[in-house]
């Protein structure tokens, strides 16, 4: 079993659509939860951090973290256009020292048409 | 503050030759990780440099090296390129005492095709 797993997609919808983006992990270690945003040709980009279980909102975007069933999720509201792009999750486990291993799913790729 | 920078964006190669890209990290970060992007593994980590040390490592081949400068800078070398390495390669930096857990800041890429 993959410590993150990730449906890579593709995931298709309609703009002003509510997006869900999902992960799973096995890694019961994992402290520090976070989203990546990649748009074609480009880095990834950081759009959501989360330390704890539970809700963190951002604009449009909602990280949501259960740790108890091992599940993260990502809520997209009112999806635009410009919200196509690959999106990665990534946690981390703590490994000694001030050294942090860092984990990433595979990506979802999500197409928003207008 | 200047984000992650790579050189070069894009970069073909011949099997066989070898092939050195460059990372500069955000100012003040200084743990540099590198990462080979391919659409069907995903995002798999290379290796990670912390003050000029190879801290932690992947499951790649010998052939694939990497370094990291007193200022911070990092490079990554491929030897005896393979079809297979054709890739973007990710530079990502971080400031690893931040308490965020490694979170990390990713450069563009460069786009590596091996003919």
Same mark, same amino acid.
């Given at each position: 079993q993959k410590e993150v797993e990730q449906d890579p997609g593709p995931l298709s919808v309609p703009e002003g659509a509510i997006v869900s983006l999902n992960c799973t992990y096995s890694n019961s270690a994992f402290q520090y939860f976070m989203w990546y945003r990649q748009y074609s040709r480009k880095g990834p980009e950081l759009l959501m951090y989360t330390y704890s279980s539970g809700n963190k909102e951002d604009g449009r975007f909602t990280a949501q973290v259960d740790k108890s069933s091992k599940y993260i999720s990502l809520f997209i509201r009112d999806s635009q256009p410009s919200d196509s792009a690959t999106y990665l999750c990534a946690m981390s486990a703590y490994s000694g020292g001030s050294n942090y291993k860092l984990t990433f799913g595979k990506g979802t790729l999500l197409t928003v048409n207008p | 503050k200047a984000g992650v920078t790579q050189t070069p964006r894009y970069l073909i190669k011949t099997r066989g030759q070898q092939v050195t890209l460059s990372c500069s990290p955000i100012s003040g970060h200084r743990s540099v990780s590198w990462y080979q992007q391919t659409p069907g593994q995903g995002l798999q980590f290379l290796f990670e440099y912390f003050s000029e040390t190879q %801290?932690?490592? @992947?499951?790649?081949? #010998?052939?694939?090296? #990497?370094?990291? !400068?007193? =200022?911070? %800078?990092? +490079?990554?070398?491929?030897?005896? $390129? +393979? $079809? #297979?390495?054709? &890739?973007?390669?990710?530079? &990502?930096? *971080? $400031?690893?005492? *931040? @308490?965020? #857990? =490694? +979170?990390?800041? !990713?450069g563009p890429g460069t786009r590596l095709t091996v003919l």
């Open positions: - | %801290r932690n490592k @992947g499951n790649f081949p #010998g052939r694939f090296s #990497g370094r990291q !400068f007193s =200022n911070s %800078r990092s +490079e990554m070398n491929v030897s005896t $390129l +393979e $079809l #297979g390495d054709s &890739a973007l390669y990710l530079c &990502a930096s *971080s $400031l690893p005492t *931040s @308490g965020r #857990g =490694n +979170e990390q800041f !990713f």
